[in-house]
């Protein structure tokens, strides 16, 4: 919580006008200060002093030196799906960094510097015109900022890597309110610390990332009737993939959506978002035994799996309407007595809507050495995250033990994703950032955020 005294008079007086870009100031009284908090999932009673949205770095590194010496905490929103809104505390500076949405792509060079402000969808949308590709995760609607400074675990995961397995170059604003262009030959060891070390280390206004040429990738859902052996056996023919082939399986009760056959709506199913981006033609083969699993469990529901460019295959995002509680885990792999548990959580669960989604990682990801990035965790098989969702606060909050107790029966690795943790519990982040990672983390702060003016994240505190 901030012990700032910010009033809506001290931010405009001090970023209203002046040589920076024209900064919109949005305060609890203004208009489109309840839109601009508004984040995914919703339900988190966050109210910041103000809401800042500069238009350029220089605006950014003024909102800092002012939070700085306001002693207010400062809090970063790009796409607005932090999970469960970590770092949305009450009374803080929040900048706002929508307004950075500009992408300047060098085709030839097979580099892209974009704002940091974009969201995933924008972003793959506009480098994708060139049949180009910078890996993000499942969704569109997510933001560039946070999933890449977490990591980034998507659908081109296995065979192109992480997000930051892409990123070449950062432009920074750190505490004191300097601008930093930083790579692999400036400030490395900070651009080590952007990659995976959350927002810890500054404010990123502009991401420079590597293009993959993909103009196409085969990609799609398969959906198959809920059983243990369908749920192991997809997690199992995933693993054994190649790495050109990501899944992200979920175990679910299939939803009333137009697209689910109604006989299966409210019923178990197995739902596997598949992304094959190897060579095309080879597709159905890759896919055969998973499609094998299908049919060993009586047939697909639907197989929508088709060729398109990758930002087609990105899900739009859940667009608002649910409050929801996550947890993560690491797991080794999942057995046919591991599936039945959580298909039978899933039946007898209290929760309006529930799933556990499972991410085979393995391939590119683990080509990575742990040390080269703040993402250490590139041996990890498995990433999983168990969801609980409903319509308030006071209703999800009671499904909390639920998907608490269901992760930690999950989980037979420590450690965990800082994309997807849900709250600032500091142990968390002690397993999001082990050993030398958190000491290295923890020096950077010291060197960059003395004062951890930014700690309203995953927070590595200073050493
Ligand atoms: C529907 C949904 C789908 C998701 N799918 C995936 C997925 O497939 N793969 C995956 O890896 N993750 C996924 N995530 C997790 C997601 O990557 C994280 O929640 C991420 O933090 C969201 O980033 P954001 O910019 O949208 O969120 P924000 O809430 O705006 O930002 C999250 C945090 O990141 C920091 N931050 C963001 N941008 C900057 C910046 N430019 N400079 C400094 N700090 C910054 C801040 O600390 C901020 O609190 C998903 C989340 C949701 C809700």
């Known amino acids: 919580m901030s012990t700032s005294t910010l009033t809506p008079a001290s931010v405009r007086s001090a970023l209203e006008g002046g040589p920076a870009g024209s900064t919109t100031i949005l305060t609890p009284d203004d208009d489109g200060y309840e839109a601009a908090r508004a984040i ?164 990123v206004t502009r991401f420079r990332y590597a293009l993959h040429e993909l103009p196409t990738v085969v990609g799609g859902m398969l959906l198959l009737p809920g ?65 094998a699993v299908a049919t060993a469990a009586g047939g697909a529901i639907l197989d929508t799996v088709h060729p398109a460019p990758y930002a087609d295959h990105l899900e739009a995002g859940p667009g608002g309407g649910i409050v929801a509680t996550a947890g993560a885990f690491f797991a080794e792999g999942l057995d046919e007595q591991a599936a039945a548990h959580v298909l039978a959580e899933l039946e007898s669960s209290p929760a309006m809507m529930r799933a556990v989604q499972l991410r085979v990682l393995g391939g590119a990801v683990a080509d990575v050495p742990a040390d080269a990035t703040a993402f250490a965790h590139r041996d990890v098989p498995l990433l999983g995250y168990v969801m609980a969702a409903g319509p308030s606060v006071e209703v999800v909050d009671g499904y909390k033990p639920w998907v608490g107790a269901l992760a930690e029966r999950l989980r037979d690795r420590d450690g965990t994703y800082t994309g997807f943790v849900g709250d600032g519990d500091p142990r968390l982040a002690r397993a999001a950032y082990p050993g030398a990672t958190w000491d290295r983390l923890a020096a950077l702060k010291r060197t960059y955020d003395p004062g951890n003016l930014f700690r309203g994240n995953l927070n590595v505190p200073p050493a």
């Open 227 to 291: 059983t243990p052996e369908s749920l192991a056996g997809m997690v199992a023919a995933a693993t054994e993939a190649p790495r050109e082939l990501t899944v992200i399986i979920m175990a679910m009760s299939a939803p009333p959506m137009p697209f689910v056959p109604a006989e299966w709506h409210g019923r178990l199913v197995v739902m596997a978002n598949v992304c094959w981006s190897g060579d095309p033609a080879a597709a159905d083969a890759a896919l055969a035994p998973l499609r």
């Open 40 to 203: 995914e999932p919703g339900g988190v009673p966050w109210q910041p002093a103000a809401i800042v949205r500069p238009t350029d770095t220089a605006g950014v590194a003024r909102a800092v030196r002012f939070a700085r010496d306001a002693g207010a905490e400062v809090s970063v929103r790009a796409g607005g799906h932090s999970a469960l809104g970590v770092g949305r505390d009450h009374g803080a500076l929040t900048i706002d960094l929508r307004a950075l949405d500009a992408i300047d792509v060098d085709v030839d060079g097979r580099t892209a510097w974009a704002g940091g402000g974009l969201t995933a969808g924008a972003y793959s949308s506009a480098v994708g015109r060139h049949g180009l590709v910078t890996p993000f995760g499942d969704t569109a609607s997510v933001g560039i900022g946070g999933i890449t400074l977490a990591g980034g675990i998507g659908l081109l995961a296995r065979s192109r890597g992480l997000t930051i397995d892409s990123l070449v170059g950062a432009e920074v604003v750190t505490a004191d309110g300097e601008v930093l262009q930083v790579d692999a030959d400036h400030d490395a060891e900070l651009f080590w610390g952007l990659r995976g070390g959350g927002g810890n280390l500054g404010v």
